[in-house]
């Protein structure tokens, strides 16, 4: 469908899962595309590599998937019959607590409600009617702001999602239920108080009741892999070590989609945008940073709780009130001593990521957006509060600070890996006001990245959404709804 004026119909810059999403959903309509990426390697938040001792396979950003599994736009991909295998753990996701207790996610919801104790009928009553009702709302709620196809049930979990994690607390009253709410809902990245991270716990959560929290095997790049192969297997073309600066340094196309924040898209294309334009993403908030660290590790951690040992996940931070309280210290600038700790633990399932014997691990807390302070010290000693002789078995260790992380993917801006914050005024609104969030005041240039609906998480469903629009606007292709 070429233009003699134009290289490629068009160009996506960034191979992150939306820039993959992105391309694939162009060349799928027999297009002629092309992604640039300025690493040397696919993948984005994908990419997995030994950054502790030879042997030991750490994913870089993500590693547990859950978004992956649910997302409307992947479930229509041959992944599997390109590589890709998911390993789903016992226990989707552990949360311990000091009494030695712990509450467990699992795919079913009765068995998730054990234990949670005297909180079982009120957590049933929550998340048995939403995984009847969330896979007629999943394409609604994962993408941009529009009239819902059903809308009295977008409605139901609105009334529900838009409420703070700390008001939503109030349907519990056990430590266990209350502080597997808070481990879900503190993946928003913002204090508990902020309205709309209710939405963030219960689509976690009930993705994990009803697709799981797997992890891929051989890593998470195993993902980028497995796109990037149907996608050249269509046609598609990838460049690799291509840092774009400007639009000037990209071949001729009739459309460009970038898979990058708006401070780069203003970087590369400000000159293009219009007043209006150029100063709502000016305004654009980024959110919270992470500090990150990935182990060797000598033998598994040796949690107290034997759920936590089966789980591929583990939320460690104790109670409601004291994850609440971590968060909301790391969101003023603050570095609380005791932070609420992602954990992932996959090579407890998935026996390429150590040698025979040995095990990794891999860790985040939230800190002030570009913070440069250690938090190793604070984040073991909470792993070791729940495994006693956790720092006994570490054979070596990786760190990396918010600027770091920024350094190995630029749109991780001050440490920020859900594309800016994703509060209730950039939650459909993201990266500006407009009829179309992918949609720049330029013709024929587009954002698809996490700056965009519906956000943070490896999903593709900015990059899908992002195609959709430019395939209607430039090449008069109207797509089906997912």
Request: with cysteine; glycine share 8%; charged share 15%.
């Amino acid at each position: 469908m070429v233009n003699n004026r134009f290289e490629y119909d068009a160009i996506v810059v960034g191979s992150g899962p939306n820039g993959l999403a992105a391309a694939i959903t162009m060349q799928q309509q027999g297009l002629s595309t092309l992604i640039v990426e300025g690493s040397k390697a696919i993948g984005g938040g994908l990419r997995s590599a030994e950054v502790t001792l030879p042997g030991f396979l750490h994913d870089i950003c993500s590693a547990v998937h859950p978004m992956a599994v649910s997302s409307p736009f992947f479930k229509q991909m041959p992944l599997a019959k390109h590589g890709l295998d998911f390993i789903y753990p016992e226990v989707a996701a552990a949360h311990p607590l000091d009494n030695g207790s712990s509450a467990a996610l699992y795919r079913s919801i009765q068995k998730t409600a054990v234990t949670l104790g005297a909180d079982a009928d009120a957590y049933t009553r929550i998340y048995e009617p939403l995984a009847k009702y969330w896979p007629s709302i999943a394409v609604d709620v994962l993408g941009p702001l529009r009239i819902p196809k059903h809308p009295l049930n977008m409605v139901r979990f609105g009334l529900m999602g838009l409420t703070s994690a700390k008001s939503f607390a109030d349907n519990f009253k056990t430590k266990e239920a209350r502080g597997l709410w808070a481990g879900m809902a503190a993946h928003s990245i913002q204090p508990l108080s902020s309205l709309t991270t209710s939405a963030i716990g219960l689509v976690l959560t009930v993705a994990g009741h009803l697709y799981g929290w797997p992890i891929p095997k051989g890593g998470s790049q195993s993902i980028a892999n497995s796109l990037v192969s149907y996608y050249t297997s269509i046609g598609g073309k990838i460049q690799t070590d291509f840092y774009v600066n400007a639009l000037s340094e990209l071949p001729p196309s009739r459309a460009v989609l970038f898979d990058v924040t708006p401070k780069q898209l203003l970087k590369i294309a400000g000159h293009k945008f219009s007043p209006l334009y150029k100063w709502q993403l000016q305004r654009f908030k980024y959110g919270m940073g992470v500090f990150k660290v990935d182990w060797a590790l000598n033998e598994p951690i040796p949690f107290t709780n034997p759920d936590c040992r089966k789980a591929g996940t583990v939320h460690i931070g104790n109670t409601f009130e004291e994850i609440a309280s971590s968060e909301y210290l790391s969101s003023t600038g603050k570095h609380p001593e005791k932070p609420f700790v992602l954990l992932a633990q996959q090579s407890l399932f998935d026996a390429t990521r150590a040698p025979e014997g040995k095990h990794t691990a891999w860790a985040y807390c939230h800190v002030p957006n570009g913070s440069l302070k250690d938090m190793t010290d604070a984040i073991e000693n909470q792993i070791a509060r729940f495994a006693p002789g956790f720092k006994d078995i570490i054979l070596a260790k990786a760190t990396s600070n918010t600027a770091q992380i920024e350094e190995y993917n630029n749109n991780y801006l001050g440490g920020d890996i859900n594309g800016g914050k994703l509060d209730i005024t950039q939650l459909f609104t993201r990266p500006a006001l407009r009829m179309s969030p992918y949609k720049t005041s330029h013709q024929g240039l587009y954002i698809c990245s996490s700056s965009t609906p519906p956000g943070g998480g490896v999903h593709g469903m900015c990059g899908y959404y992002a195609a959709k629009r430019a395939l209607s606007d430039i090449f008069n292709i109207k797509l089906p709804s997912l």
